[in-house]
């Protein structure tokens, strides 16, 4: 009998301590669980779709108080019989004229390469002068600016461009003050859709980026064209506040 007692009495501890065990794990379990629920919460952890894209911010193009497309010079002490400069060139230049006086010696603008593949040039504003000048019978007064010559072998090696000097051999956009990320857009890249109403894509001398969305925010268009070679007249727009607006033009008066 007592046997049996003590039989029964270790099957009754067996199971007790069985579901002890069982119970326990069960909690902590759900203990994890629960831990790695509210961990993920804290984490703010939200799964993002593998095909999802994130749009691009617009950013607003920078001010530009004055642009014009000037030529760039190249200087030497070899000369033609006509008094043309000559390979090897020394160092080059650029010229701004401006109907204002709005710049200052040590102010920088930039300069963008209009028909040759080159980097953005920063120039250091060294000379201004003021000067009378005639706008059709007007008398006005505006600002000639000297900037630091440029020394660039490339730019003193490079073949010009079809029909120009050596001495004058391509041409660049220049934009006071600098914007440094300003981008040349080419025709190809342009549609009738970007540009102001009464200009076409085959119109376009300059087309400027200067916020890197793709559209035009500076514009230089030729009009009067007797071909498409030979043209009188430009005209120049900026965009402001998303509209073209018309600054003025230059063409016989």
């Given at each position: 009998m007592k046997k049996i007692l003590l039989f029964l009495f270790f099957i009754n501890c067996f199971v007790s301590c069985s579901k002890t065990d069982v119970s326990l794990n069960i909690s902590n379990n759900t203990q994890d669980i629960s831990n790695q629920l509210i961990s993920a919460n804290a984490m703010n952890f939200t799964?993002?779709?593998?095909?999802?894209?994130?749009?691009?911010?617009?950013?607003?193009?920078?001010?530009?108080?004055?642009?014009?497309?000037?030529?760039?010079?190249?200087?030497?002490?070899?000369k033609d019989?006509?008094?043309?400069?000559?390979?090897?060139?020394?160092?080059?230049?650029?010229?701004?004229?401006?109907?204002?006086?709005?710049?200052?010696?040590?102010?920088?603008?930039?300069?963008?390469?209009?028909?040759?593949?080159?980097?953005?040039?920063?120039?250091?504003?060294?000379?201004?002068?003021?000067?009378?000048f005639l706008d059709c019978d007007?008398?006005?007064?505006?600002?000639?600016?000297?900037?630091?010559?440029?020394?660039?072998?490339?730019?003193?090696?490079?073949?010009?461009?079809?029909?120009?000097?050596?001495?004058?051999?391509?041409?660049?956009?220049?934009?006071y003050p600098a914007v440094k990320n300003a981008k040349k857009l080419i025709q190809t890249e342009?549609?009738?859709e970007m540009l102001p109403?009464?200009?076409?894509?085959?119109?376009?001398?300059a087309a400027i980026d200067l916020n890197d969305d793709g559209n035009p925010d500076l514009l230089v268009s030729?009009?009067?064209?007797?071909?498409?070679?030979?043209c009188d007249c430009t005209e120049s727009y900026q965009k402001i506040n998303s509209k073209w607006k018309y600054l003025g033009a230059s063409e016989p008066c």
């Open positions: 799964p993002t779709p593998a095909n999802k894209t994130t749009s691009k911010t617009k950013i607003p193009a920078p001010k530009v108080s004055d642009f014009a497309v000037e030529t760039f010079f190249r200087h030497s002490e070899q019989e006509k008094m043309n400069m000559l390979p090897p060139f020394q160092y080059g230049e650029i010229s701004f004229f401006v109907a204002s006086n709005k710049i200052k010696s040590g102010d920088s603008a930039t300069a963008v390469s209009l028909q040759i593949d080159y980097q953005n040039i920063i120039l250091k504003v060294k000379k201004i002068e003021g000067v009378p007007v008398e006005k007064t505006g600002s000639n600016v000297e900037f630091e010559k440029i020394t660039d072998r490339r730019l003193l090696e490079i073949k010009p461009i079809s029909g120009r000097a050596e001495e004058q051999p391509f041409d660049f956009l220049v934009i342009l549609t009738k109403e009464k200009v076409g894509v085959e119109q376009v001398v030729n009009y009067c064209c007797y071909d498409s070679s030979q």
